[in-house]
C-alpha cells in the first residue's frame, strides 16, 4: 500500500494515507519527498514549495491559499493555510454536461406499493406527534400496543419525537408543520397515527386541512384532551391502522422508484477520495436507471457551487441554484455570523483544512449528473434524476429533511463515525477501513477499500448489490439499533 495519494495531477499536495514521521521518504511522481514533520493519516502535505499567498490546489482546484511560506515536505493545515472564499458572489450560467456512462440494467428491488403510486421500502406503522408535549404519551401508546399484540407482522412502530408544534411562529411553524406532513404521507409508513395533545398553534383541524387528500384506512388522528384516556384510544386506532396494514406484501419494483438522500458528517481527509466518490459513482448509476439522488448540506457546497451550477439542466434550475446558495449565505449574514466558519473541530482533525477543501469533497456525493431541479427546505420531489435540496450541514436536520422529501434511504459517508439515524435507513459508509473495524455497530459499508486493494469499479459493484438488499428489506445498524430521530430546522423566535 502506499503512504500517500496525489488526488489530480495538478494538485500540489498531496494525502497521507498512513501515520507519517518525520524525515521518513515518500515518492510522488517518481520523486522521492522527505517529510519535514509528523504527518497524521488524511492531512496534506506540500509536494514543492508554495509561496505565500499562492493558492493550495487539491481535487485540481484552490482549496485556500498559504499565509506563509511552505516547503516542499511539509504539513499543510490550518496553522499555514486559508480560505479563499468571502462574501456573496455573482455566479454566470456555464452550463458544461457530462454525459452519464452507465446503462439502465433494468435490476428491480421487492418494495412496498401504496395506493397512491409511490413505493416505500419499509412497511412501519409510526406515531407522529404535532406538538412535543405528547411524546411521552405516544412512547406509552406504543409500548402498550406493542405488549397486547405481541409479535407483529410489520417491519416497526416508531414515535417521531421532536420539540416543536407550539410557541413557534411564522416559516418555524410552517416548517414543523410542513416536515410533519411529510413524515405522515411518507410511502416507509404503512399507517400514521396523528396524535395532537390540544391546544398547541400547530392545531389538528389546521394540520388535517394543510395534510390535503390521504388514505383514510392508513391514517388515523387523535387530540389527547378530547378524551378520557389517551392511552386506550390510541392503542384503540394503532390496532385499527394494524389491521389494514399487517397483509402488505413486498413485490418486485424497478429500481427507477428509487430514491436517494446523499450526506455526509463526521468527514475526514479521506471523504473526497473514497466514500464520496463511490456515492457519486452510485448516484450516477442509479439515475441511469431512473431513479433519483437528492444533494443537501447547503453550506457545504460554499467553495465547490459552481461545480453544481455547470450541471444544471437549463437557466431556471441555474438560477434556482444561486438562490439556494446566496440565500444560505444571507442567513448567516443576518445572524453576523461568519459564512465560512466551517470545517468543524472534529473535520480538522481529520485532515480538512478550509470550507473548499470540504466542499470539494462533499458535492463528490453527487457524481457527475445533471442537476434537474432545487427544492425548499420541506419541499417534496418532483423531478426524478440529481435534485439539491435546501437545508443546513447539521446531520439531524439535514438527514430528516431528506426523509422528508421523499428519501426512502439515506447515503451517510463519514471518516470518524455516529451512530445516528434518521426516520428513514441511514446507511453509514466509512472513508476508512480502520474507523469500519473499530465501529463495525456503526459502519454498514467500508468505503476505505479503495485506497488499499480494490478498484471503484468492482466495490461499486459491491455497494449496489447491498443497497438493492436494504431497499428489500435487509436492516442497517440505525434500524437494529433503534436509532430513529427527526430533526427540524428552526430559525426564529419561540414564545
Not at 486493494?453 to 438493492?468: A, G, N, P, R, V
Request: glycine letters at 10%; a negative charge.
Amino acid at each position: 500500500m502506499k503512504n500517500v495519494i496525489k488526488i489530480n495531477e495538478n494538485d500540489n499536495v498531496v494525502v497521507a494515507l498512513t501515520d507519517l514521521e518525520k524525515g521518513e521518504i515518500v515518492e510522488i511522481d517518481n520523486e522521492k519527498i522527505s517529510i519535514k514533520e509528523a504527518v497524521k493519516r488524511g492531512h496534506k502535505i506540500a509536494v514543492r514549495k508554495i509561496k505565500l499567498n499562492e493558492n493550495i490546489i487539491k481535487y485540481g482546484f484552490p482549496i485556500g491559499h498559504a499565509i506563509c511560506d511552505v516547503s516542499e515536505g511539509e504539513w499543510v493545515h490550518t496553522h499555514n493555510a486559508k480560505t479563499n472564499l468571502d462574501g456573496i458572489k455573482d455566479y454566470n450560467f456555464n452550463q458544461r454536461l457530462i454525459k452519464n456512462v452507465f446503462e439502465n440494467k433494468g435490476l428491480t428491488f421487492k418494495g412496498y406499493k401504496r395506493n397512491n403510486g409511490d413505493v416505500g421500502i419499509r412497511n412501519e406503522l409510526w406515531i407522529v406527534p404535532t406538538v412535543g408535549c405528547i411524546n411521552g404519551i405516544a412512547d406509552k401508546v406504543i409500548e402498550k400496543f406493542k405488549v397486547e399484540l405481541g409479535n407483529l407482522n410489520i417491519d416497526n412502530t416508531l414515535v417521531l419525537k421532536h420539540n416543536y408544534g407550539c410557541s413557534q411562529l411564522g416559516d418555524d411553524h410552517k416548517n414543523t408543520r410542513t416536515i410533519l406532513i411529510d413524515a405522515v404521507k411518507h410511502p416507509n409508513a404503512g399507517g400514521v397515527l396523528v396524535m395532537g395533545l390540544g391546544c398547541e398553534n400547530n392545531n389538528m383541524d389546521e394540520f388535517r386541512k394543510a395534510l390535503g387528500e390521504y388514505d383514510e384506512k392508513r391514517v388515523k388522528f387523535l387530540v389527547a384532551q378530547e378524551v378520557s384516556d389517551e392511552i386506550e384510544e390510541g392503542v384503540k386506532l394503532l390496532k385499527e391502522l394494524y389491521e389494514n396494514m399487517k397483509d402488505d406484501k413486498r413485490e418486485e419494483v424497478s429500481l427507477s422508484e428509487l430514491k436517494i438522500g446523499l450526506k455526509c458528517g463526521g468527514s475526514d481527509g479521506f471523504s473526497g477520495i473514497t466514500a464520496n466518490p463511490l456515492v457519486g459513482k452510485f448516484s450516477d448509476w442509479l439515475i441511469a436507471q431512473g431513479g433519483t439522488t437528492i444533494l443537501t448540506e447547503v453550506p457545504e457546497m460554499f467553495g465547490a457551487e459552481t461545480l453544481l451550477m455547470d450541471r444544471t439542466e437549463n437557466k431556471g434550475v441555474f438560477d434556482k441554484t444561486v438562490h439556494l446558495i446566496n440565500d444560505f449565505k444571507e442567513y448567516f449574514m443576518n445572524y453576523n455570523q461568519p459564512v465560512y466558519e466551517n470545517p468543524s473541530p472534529g473535520n480538522k482533525a481529520g485532515g480538512i483544512t478550509t470550507l473548499e477543501d470540504k466542499s470539494l469533497g462533499c458535492t463528490q456525493k453527487a457524481g457527475t449528473e445533471t442537476v434537474v431541479d432545487v427544492l425548499k427546505y420541506g419541499e417534496t420531489l418532483k423531478t426524478k434524476g440529481l435534485n439539491l435540496l435546501s437545508a443546513p450541514g447539521n446531520d439531524l436536520v439535514a438527514a430528516s429533511a431528506l426523509a422528508s422529501a421523499g428519501c426512502q434511504m439515506v447515503l451517510f459517508t463519514t471518516g470518524r463515525g455516529t451512530p445516528f439515524g434518521s426516520f428513514v435507513p441511514t446507511m453509514k459508509i466509512s472513508t476508512n477501513s480502520q474507523l469500519y473495524k473499530l465501529k463495525p455497530h456503526w459502519i454498514d459499508f467500508n468505503a476505505g477499500t479503495l485506497v488499499e486493494d480494490k478498484t471503484l469499479d468492482s466495490l461499486l459493484e459491491e455497494f449496489i448489490e447491498y443497497i438493492i438488499k436494504v431497499a428489500s428489506g435487509e436492516l442497517v445498524n440505525n434500524e437494529k439499533n433503534e436509532f430513529r430521530e427527526i430533526a427540524i430546522f428552526k430559525n426564529g423566535v419561540t414564545l
